[in-house]
C-alpha cells in the first residue's frame, strides 16, 4: 500500500514563506512524478507545482516565480518552497505522485494523492 505524507502547512503573514515536504512510503519501484496542487475554498483543485523524474518541472501560472518545486525521488520525497506569499495562496495543499508500484514480480502505474495540508496566509 501506498501513502503520501504531507508536512510543513500553517498560518502565516503575507509576504512570508512556508515550505511543503511530501514523502511517499510503499512498495514504490519508481516515481514517473511528483507535484502539489490545491484546493481553495469553493473552487476547483488546480495544479501549483510538479517535476519529473527527469527534473522538468510545470508551475501554474499563480506561483511562477513565488515557488519553486524540488525532488528528491531517491528518496521519494518532493519539497515545495514558497515565498512571498499572498492571502489569494490561502488553499489546501495536496501532495500527487504518480508512481509505479511493486506488486509481486509484476509492478503497475497509479496515481496518489496525500490527506492535504492547510496552507493560510492572512494579509
Known amino acids: 500500500q501506498v501513502q503520501l505524507l504531507e508536512s510543513g502547512g500553517g498560518l502565516v503573514q503575507a509576504g512570508g514563506s512556508l515550505t511543503l515536504s511530501c514523502a511517499a512510503s510503499?512498495?514504490?519501484?519508481?516515481?514517473?512524478?511528483m507535484g502539489w496542487y490545491r484546493q481553495a475554498s469553493g473552487k476547483q483543485r488546480e495544479l501549483v507545482a510538479a517535476?519529473?523524474?527527469?527534473?522538468?518541472?510545470n508551475y501554474g501560472d499563480s506561483v511562477k516565480g513565488r515557488f519553486t518545486i524540488s525532488g528528491n525521488f531517491a528518496e521519494n520525497t518532493v519539497l515545495l518552497q514558497m515565498n512571498t506569499l499572498k492571502p489569494e495562496d490561502t488553499a489546501v495543499y495536496y501532495c500527487?505522485?504518480?508512481?509505479?508500484?511493486?506488486?509481486?514480480?509484476?509492478?503497475?502505474?497509479?496515481?496518489?494523492w496525500g490527506q492535504g495540508t492547510q496552507v493560510t496566509v492572512s494579509s
Open positions: 510503499g512498495s514504490i519501484r519508481g516515481i514517473n512524478s
Open positions: 517535476i519529473t523524474s527527469g527534473g522538468t518541472t
Open positions: 500527487n505522485a504518480d508512481l509505479r508500484v511493486s506488486y509481486g514480480t509484476l509492478w503497475y502505474r497509479d496515481d496518489y
